[in-house]
């Protein structure tokens, strides 16, 4: 397997991983546990495996927030749910949310979870703290809340590790939206409402990339594209760590790509959005 079957992993997975984010069902789960508003959800959610952290830890992890938008949000989400509520709950949401839109979800469990336990056990955890905390969350009772934790952790290895490449190529949070859109077409417009960076932030961000040779206006140049290239070249072959010594791994992507496409296409996770990944 060469690093493109992490890329199609990614693209397996994060749908998956993503309901959690995009489901009405499990963002009604999370207002339930009294947290306030989708964001406060969102933060808190995503950063409990970590612990009832501060707001400076997720600027941190998360990586392309605004300061301002986490502040919102952490520390208060903690008065409102515990941590052990937050986790058991997004959990049971997205499992609840797995079994509604994948009508042969326990066979895709049973078939998947195999692979998935052997690339989680073989993927390197250092520097990687957003995987390394989901890896040591107890593995749930329930097999399809174990299927999405297991999706979870992966996905967030890739994360970790695509964080890692953006800060050896000293592209901030802001700047890495910017090259996406031009390198992908997207319209930065599906970014500017969602990660709370101002007008102001936009074109110094813009500005830092033009003074680097590597936007012409919001068009990529030749340094600009290399760079975009190599950024995604190292995240994959850092993804592939966790797959590169799994025998089922094949075969773990072949039984999860039918049942990312489901997701998918129920309009539960809109395509597209700020995470990227479409599966079909």
Known sequence: MDNDFARSMWRAIEPLHAITYFSPDAIAAHKALGLRGFWMGYFATRAAPIGAVGPGVVEATFYNFHPAMVRRALPDAWGYATRESVL???????????????????AVAAGAL?????????????????????????????PIEELWQAVTSLREHRGDGHVACLLSEGVDGCEAHLLFSAASGVPLALWESVRGWTETDWAAARSRLHDRGLLDGDTLTAAGRALHEHIEARTYALAMTAYRDIDTAAATLDVLTPAAVLVARSGDVPYPNPMGADPA
């Open 114 to 142: 195999p692979g998935l336990r052997a690339a989680i056990a073989s993927a390197p955890n250092t520097g990687r703290p957003l995987f390394a905390a989901n890896r040591d969350l107890p593995a749930p009772a329930d």
């Open 88 to 106: 058991a709950g997004r959990s049971a949401a997205a499992a609840a949310v797995l079994r509604k839109l994948i009508p042969e979800v326990e």
